[in-house]
C-alpha cells in the first residue's frame, strides 16, 4: 500500500514563503513523475509544478519565478518552495508520485492573507 504524507502549509502573509514537503512510503519503486497540484474553493484541481524523470521541472504559468520543485524519487520525497505568495495561491496543495498509478496525499492548507 502507498502513501503520502505532506507537511508544510500554514498561514502566511502576502509577499511571504513555505517550503512544503511530501514523503512517500510504499510499494513505489522509482516514480517516473512527481508533483504538486492544488484546489481552491470551487475551482478544479490543477497542476502546479512536477518533474518528469529524464526532463526538466515544468511548472504553472502562474507560478514561474516564484516557485521551485525539487525531489529525489530513490528516497521517494518531492519538495515544493514557495516564495512571493499570493493571495491567489490560497488552496489545498496535494503532492502525487506516478509509477504505473498515480498516488495522491491528503492535502495540506496553504492561506495567504494579511
Known amino acids: 500500500q502507498v502513501q503520502l504524507v505532506e507537511s508544510g502549509g500554514g498561514l502566511v502573509q502576502p509577499g511571504g514563503s513555505l517550503r512544503l514537503s511530501c514523503s512517500a512510503s510504499?510499494?513505489?519503486?522509482?516514480?517516473?513523475?512527481m508533483g504538486w497540484a492544488r484546489q481552491a474553493p470551487g475551482k478544479q484541481r490543477e497542476m502546479v509544478a512536477q518533474?518528469?524523470?529524464?526532463?526538466?521541472?515544468n511548472y504553472a504559468d502562474h507560478v514561474k519565478g516564484r516557485f521551485t520543485i525539487s525531489g529525489d524519487a530513490a528516497k521517494k520525497t518531492v519538495y515544493l518552495q514557495m516564495n512571493n505568495l499570493k493571495p491567489e495561491d490560497t488552496a489545498v496543495y496535494y503532492c502525487?508520485?506516478?509509477?504505473?498509478?498515480?498516488?495522491w496525499g491528503q492535502g495540506t492548507q496553504v492561506t495567504v492573507s494579511s
Open positions: 502525487y508520485f506516478q509509477d504505473s498509478a498515480p498516488y
Open positions: 510504499g510499494s513505489i519503486d522509482s516514480a517516473t513523475i
Open positions: 518533474i518528469i524523470t529524464g526532463h526538466n521541472p
